[in-house]
């Protein structure tokens, strides 16, 4: 354990929010210099140091892994492309064992080659989580379908409300449950109800927090800090905690157009403020 | 009427499709050209050349004026604000009674000021509504509630989903429908029974087409031609035309990257060809 005063409880960074600044080491030193102590790494950033060195520097310093980001993208053309990512899927979640993430977090994928069918694209991706269950299942490595917001159905996901994430674990069974991200969520009429039956049905693997900026310049790449923008993140994580999930709240935030930019000490000591503030 | 030799039927142009081209009289004239007898006019449009004016030629050349847009915009931070909204909204009514309108399309609005409360701000739409409703049936004009997408919820329109807009529907009883628009609904997993559900309650008002662009560059001004995206048309309109609607499809691209800057003669030959290939 290195030389920080005071731990920050309750805060894990997803190492996307410095992705820019820090590769995975350089990432890990920074959090621990502030204290902290959880963070949720991105495939690349594990491969570009090595699965063995990046597990052997989360146990080292007793780092919680919130999530490891991602598997999914299962929607494909023919069966090639669908048996490629079955594959990958079951190496992701090896990796996601191996640095004893609490989950491997599912961004199911979008809408295949030229397809219009979203239906058949969202049947694709039941199908695929089906495959690769049993291997998530013996790894005991929780699978978490994100929700992502209905601006990505073409491109990224065409799970798009937690209702219709939940339905999907309904039918799966256990080894499934939800990464509940504000941004993607909270808009959603039903999203209240919809966190408590998570919560019901023990579904709620992780809690993403960022904030949705009242003027968002680009779909994928201008989120918020937390606080400035019009996420309600007090009353957002009531209603989590009143569904039973006490984790870490993990901040992922893309912003290539702000925090990107900024030194990465800065970015994290500004998590800390808002999460002590405004979350 | 004037010198067109083909009516095509069952399509409308809103206004907005060709706003940076032409004024309400030049666009109806570049409509009838091409055969087009149905139109959609904003409020500023029939503003610039006069109410009376603009319905003046609406009866002498025998439009379908397939919706007014719009009134709604309810949230407000006091209640000034609100009486203005309700005051405003009652003008729009009258306007669109005038122009002999379909409907009235209500865009409701998004968070009033700094506000982080949607909650509040969806029982201000309710009460909004229910407010105005008096004087919407007595003018005989049917209020059509349009759901944004999700990413128009902080600054557009609080209501987000067609169940969300149907649920509204039921609590305010006659005179209330909506306006389903491809763009803003064509993600949504609920869709096909909500849209099913909104036939049997009569409640469809408006039925809007674009496209949305796989790779969309602007949350506002970026929609697509039909065709040019990934929304697979035809089957919408199936949905539509099994709830038992069967009036004309109504084209609104918002398009400042591209259609805007073309030629408005181009813009809605385009129309007319991809409303007889991909509708």
Redesign the interface.
Known sequence: MTGYDVQVNGLSINLATVRQQYGFAAAVDACLAQGITAIAPWRDQVEAIGLEEAARIVRLNGLRVTGYCRGGMFPATDRAGLDAALDDNKRAIDEAAALGADCLVLVVGG?PGAS???IAA?GMVADGIAAILPHARAARMPLAIEPL???F???RS?V??L??ALDLCDVLGDGVGVAIDVYHT????KLRPQIARAGRGKRILAHHICD?L???RD?LLDRGMMGD????LKRFRADIERAGYHGPQEVEIFSALNWWKRPGEEVIATCIERFRTVC
């Open positions: 809408l219009k069918d979203i969202r917001h209905p601006m159905a073409a491109d065409c798009n409300t209702e219709q909270w808009w959603d009429p949705w009242a003027i968002t779909l923008g019009v996420v309600d």
